[in-house]
């Protein structure tokens, strides 16, 4: 099992192509043994009739078709980075698209947190996030300082295959982290959120600017994304491919889980029970929680990350804390974005280890 001492934050440099190449080369293993988890999955998705080579030709090229022209109009460096990390890997960039076309399909859960500096002690502004997933992706995870050439300094942490991320954070003290959401509308082709985050990453310093990333873009799937900058304006964006509003804190935070929450979003969310039952149950321990603490610090925020509801017993899939198979809590994030800095737990944050990343020079090699 992955744990947060097997991960660090690796250097990748330069113009997209050769981020995506040094990337691809660095993680070839951990692409290759993708493969493996893929092929597994495979087994209990496609039709027994149908074989998996048929079944990996038939998704590689209805992947590319949807995505390879979208991401390269509308991402053109992302597209560069994935054609970098094809070349690197020696990974099929079909392969890479098909991968990439799961993010639609992966469901993660999560719950997102932002703090305002007045329910900060310390005045700062704060994010926190539980990253929920299918754990036998957690071999998978990497850390990523990305430099790209005239653009702004990031850090990540996410699956190696990919160039965008899930959640991040850039040397200007804007984070953003991506929950899933599973509107009913018209589902469109468009560039995935994860490919967004990046882009808004590398080239905005702030919320608003952040937003207009994702108003001026076609958007790949439902997502309810936290995103926030270092003067304190924290929104959440509500989106699905058709459809985006924003939504703002109140009494000094604000939580996302999987639900929208908006007027213009609520009548196209979730119908789903055990889904619905799980996100309303996960925000809404997130509130009284938030509620009851006059003020809130990093680790009060790894805290609240940690819960198991009021019994305090691990329960799956209605506490923060996730604990369950296939799916369940697989990273933990705490966001200090005045001071820069990421802290990150491998796996259920009550089980690990809180590591701390900062933004260094950009000469540093591995931390």
């Known amino acids: 099992m992955t744990s947060i001492s097997d991960v660090g934050l690796d250097v990748f440099n330069g113009p997209h192509f050769d981020m995506g190449?040094?990337?691809?080369?660095?993680?070839?293993?951990?692409?290759?043994?993708?493969?493996?988890?893929?092929?597994?999955?495979?087994?209990?998705?496609?039709?027994?009739?149908?074989?998996?080579?048929?079944?990996?030709?038939?998704?590689?090229?209805?992947?590319?078709?949807?995505?390879?022209?979208?991401?390269?109009?509308?991402?053109?460096?992302?597209?560069?980075?994935?054609?970098?990390?094809?070349?690197?890997?020696?990974?099929?960039?079909?392969?890479?698209?098909?991968?990439?076309?799961?993010?639609?399909?992966?469901?993660?859960?999560?719950?997102?947190?932002?703090?305002?500096?007045?329910?900060?002690?310390?005045?700062?502004?704060?994010?926190?996030?539980?990253?929920?997933?299918?754990?036998?992706?957690?071999?998978?995870?990497?850390?990523?300082?990305?430099?790209?050439?005239?653009?702004?300094?990031?850090?990540?942490?996410?699956?190696?295959?990919?160039?965008?991320?899930?959640?991040?954070?850039?040397?200007?003290?804007?984070?953003?982290?991506?929950?899933?959401?599973?509107?009913t509308d018209e589902f469109k082709p468009g560039v995935p959120p994860s490919i967004l985050i990046q882009e808004a990453l590398e080239n905005c310093a702030t919320t608003k600017e952040a937003v207009k990333v994702f108003q001026d873009n076609p958007k790949g799937n439902g997502a309810i994304l936290l995103v926030g900058d270092a003067s304190g304006d924290i929104q959440t964006i509500e989106m699905s491919c058709n459809r985006l509003t924003v939504r703002q804190p109140q009494e000094g935070f604000i939580i996302n889980t999987n639900h929208y929450l908006t007027d213009e979003m609520k009548p196209i969310d979730i119908k789903e029970k055990e889904l619905r039952e799980s996100t309303e149950k996960r925000y809404d321990r997130a509130e009284r929680l938030l509620s009851d603490a006059s003020m809130i610090d990093e680790e009060t925020l790894q805290e609240i990350l940690k819960d198991h509801g009021p019994d305090g017993k691990p329960g799956c899939p209605f506490t923060i804390c996730r604990h369950g198979d296939p799916i369940g809590t697989t990273m933990s994030l705490v966001f200090n974005l005045n001071k820069r800095i990421m802290s990150v737990a491998i796996g259920n944050p009550c089980q690990s280890q809180f590591k701390k990343f900062e933004m260094h020079p950009q000469d540093s090699k591995r931390e």
């Open 21 to 183: 190449f040094q990337q691809g080369k660095l993680y070839k293993q951990k692409i290759d043994d993708m493969w493996n988890i893929a092929n597994e999955s495979a087994s209990n998705i496609k039709p027994k009739f149908l074989p998996k080579s048929l079944f990996f030709w038939i998704g590689k090229r209805r992947a590319t078709k949807m995505y390879k022209k979208l991401i390269e109009r509308y991402a053109t460096r992302q597209a560069e980075r994935i054609r970098g990390i094809s070349e690197g890997s020696n990974t099929d960039l079909k392969t890479l698209y098909m991968y990439q076309a799961e993010e639609a399909n992966l469901g993660p859960r999560c719950t997102s947190i932002g703090i305002l500096p007045e329910k900060s002690s310390t005045g700062d502004v704060l994010m926190g996030r539980n990253f929920d997933l299918f754990r036998s992706l957690i071999p998978s995870y990497v850390g990523r300082r990305n430099i790209p050439k005239d653009r702004f300094l990031n850090i990540d942490f996410g699956l190696c295959s990919f160039a965008g991320n899930f959640h991040g954070m850039n040397e200007k003290g804007l984070a953003i982290t991506y929950n899933y959401a599973l509107p």
